[in-house]
């Protein structure tokens, strides 16, 4: 069977779509199995952006949108994190350790 150049384009296209679309749900799949507050904000952010080009590139819109909206949240709570972390312990040289 002999494809067209714009069949050929669209093949490709979904195999591509479809390919980021799979990314990001294992990155969401990844979220749960997190232990630490910040690994499951960076993956989601992660996560997001994925799915923000897997619903451009797919024209889904509600995925599009949600994720829209989901991204800001997962910055802002990331930033907060950020701001309320204790400062960093000061590094111990061979010396101060006898």
Known sequence: ???????????GKVIWTDLLGYAASAMVLATF?????????????GSNIL???FGLMAHIHPVLLLHLVLLPVNLARLMQMRSRAPPAAPLQTFESRL
């Open 51 to 53: 799915f923000i080009l």
């Open 33 to 45: 199995c997190t232990t630490s507050m910040r690994q499951l904000r960076l993956l989601g952010i």
């Open 1 to 11: 069977m002999h494809w067209s150049q714009s069949q050929r384009r669209r093949r």
